[in-house]
């Protein structure tokens, strides 16, 4: 009974995470045409900054738990870096996955984006994410974190000024809190949909976690993988959504955007608070990750689109590194 209770819970976890997705998503759209944003922009820096937060929230909250309550800090480690490590991992392969399905089902064979926004975004993402490999077996840590946060803020702005340059107004469908209000409430749309993101991430989190006691799972696999599938929940149901409405700069730019905010803040928070050196698991997790944009790039400069296949193939790493970590 217990079991089918904890199993309700989860499905409704991801009921409400899909509706304050679409919440947040309809959301953004407005307010970036308030501020003359382009799809890159909204895509890469409004909508991350929403959805990022359950995943950033997720290795503080493990190791300062650890820390007040006195449990063991070294499993508390292990489920901050799985975190840390699953989410860029997540979203540079399986959610592009899931936009090379929806291609499929819509039978098209590539996205209709500037290819080079996305490659512009993959340079960011893999010299950070490189960057900050590196810095957990470097001396001046903490200098090497600061520096990827001001190199983030660089993408940010130099982002938000491509975006006003090359503006062109979106088709947008009516404010959701419209229709409900008669106001036209974009802010307090975005803050409710933000909300219900974080608790509905967090109940989810919380009943993978129960699944994973009782199938007795690692915690460094558990958080490597399943605690990853809820917290880049939001940003891949808010792409699927997107692409699903034929706004492909939007979709694509959400998973890019995030991507790059993966590979510094989340990572500077690993940088700081937890000790030198990755064991075998994550190194072979970052090879997989940085296999997979190297090939994004090159496939990328080479046909000067993105296509289905190239989608499909990135999303594959996904599960032979599943597969890998199960069987080996």
């Given at each position: 009974m217990l079991f089918l209770l904890n199993l309700l819970y989860a499905i409704l976890s991801l009921v409400v995470i899909i509706f304050a997705c679409n919440l947040f998503t309809n959301a953004i759209e407005h307010l970036g045409q308030k501020f003359k944003l382009g799809s890159n922009a909204i895509g890469s820096i409004l909508a991350v900054i929403g959805t990022t937060l359950p995943e950033t929230i997720v290795p503080v909250v493990a190791i300062f738990g650890a820390i007040v309550l006195k449990t063991d800090i070294n499993n508390a480690q292990d489920i901050a870096l799985g975190a840390i490590f699953g989410s860029p991992f997540m979203l540079s392969t399986f959610a592009l996955f899931l936009l090379g399905v929806v291609l499929i089902i819509k039978k098209r064979k590539e996205l209709k984006v500037d290819y080079r926004n996305s490659l512009r975004e993959y340079k960011y993402f893999i010299f950070a994410y490189i960057t900050a490999i590196l810095a957990f077996y470097l001396p001046y840590r903490?200098?090497?974190?600061?520096?990827?946060?001001?190199?983030?803020?660089?993408?940010?702005?130099?982002?938000?000024?491509r975006s006003r340059k090359n503006y062109n107004a979106i088709e947008v469908d009516e404010l959701i809190f419209y229709r409900i209000f008669h106001k036209k409430l974009v802010l307090i749309q975005i803050v409710?949909?933000?909300?219900?993101?974080?608790?509905?991430s967090h109940f989810f989190i919380c009943e993978i976690k129960y699944f994973s006691n009782i199938f007795n799972i690692n915690p460094m696999i558990l958080s490597l993988f399943i605690t990853p599938f809820a917290t880049e929940l939001p940003e891949c149901v808010n792409s699927v959504i997107w692409l699903v409405k034929d706004k492909d700069e939007l979709s694509l730019s959400n998973v890019l955007g995030a991507i790059v905010f993966q590979a510094v803040v989340p990572m500077c928070i690993g940088i700081i608070l937890i000790g030198q050196g990755l064991n075998s698991v994550l190194l072979?997790?970052?090879?997989?990750?940085?296999?997979g944009c190297l090939f994004f790039i090159i496939s990328t400069l080479t046909l000067k689109k993105i296509t289905v296949y190239q989608l499909i193939f990135i999303g594959l790493l996904y599960f032979f590194f599943l597969l890998l970590v199960i069987f080996f």
């Amino acid at each position: 009974m217990l079991f089918l209770l904890n199993l309700l819970y989860a499905i409704l976890s991801l009921v409400v995470i899909i509706f304050a997705c679409n919440l947040f998503t309809n959301a953004i759209e407005h307010l970036g045409q308030k501020f003359k944003l382009g799809s890159n922009a909204i895509g890469s820096i409004l909508a991350v900054i929403g959805t990022t937060l359950p995943e950033t929230i997720v290795p503080v909250v493990a190791i300062f738990g650890a820390i007040v309550l006195k449990t063991d800090i070294n499993n508390a480690q292990d489920i901050a870096l799985g975190a840390i490590f699953g989410s860029p991992f997540m979203l540079s392969t399986f959610a592009l996955f899931l936009l090379g399905v929806v291609l499929i089902i819509k039978k098209r064979k590539e996205l209709k984006v500037d290819y080079r926004n996305s490659l512009r975004e993959y340079k960011y993402f893999i010299f950070a994410y490189i960057t900050a490999i590196l810095a957990f077996y470097l001396p001046y840590r903490k200098l090497i974190a600061v520096f990827l946060v001001l190199y983030y803020l660089v993408f940010v702005y130099r982002t938000i000024v491509r975006s006003r340059k090359n503006y062109n107004a979106i088709e947008v469908d009516e404010l959701i809190f419209y229709r409900i209000f008669h106001k036209k409430l974009v802010l307090i749309q975005i803050v409710v949909s933000i909300a219900l993101l974080i608790l509905s991430s967090h109940f989810f989190i919380c009943e993978i976690k129960y699944f994973s006691n009782i199938f007795n799972i690692n915690p460094m696999i558990l958080s490597l993988f399943i605690t990853p599938f809820a917290t880049e929940l939001p940003e891949c149901v808010n792409s699927v959504i997107w692409l699903v409405k034929d706004k492909d700069e939007l979709s694509l730019s959400n998973v890019l955007g995030a991507i790059v905010f993966q590979a510094v803040v989340p990572m500077c928070i690993g940088i700081i608070l937890i000790g030198q050196g990755l064991n075998s698991v994550l190194l072979l997790n970052a090879l997989a990750v940085v296999i997979g944009c190297l090939f994004f790039i090159i496939s990328t400069l080479t046909l000067k689109k993105i296509t289905v296949y190239q989608l499909i193939f990135i999303g594959l790493l996904y599960f032979f590194f599943l597969l890998l970590v199960i069987f080996f």
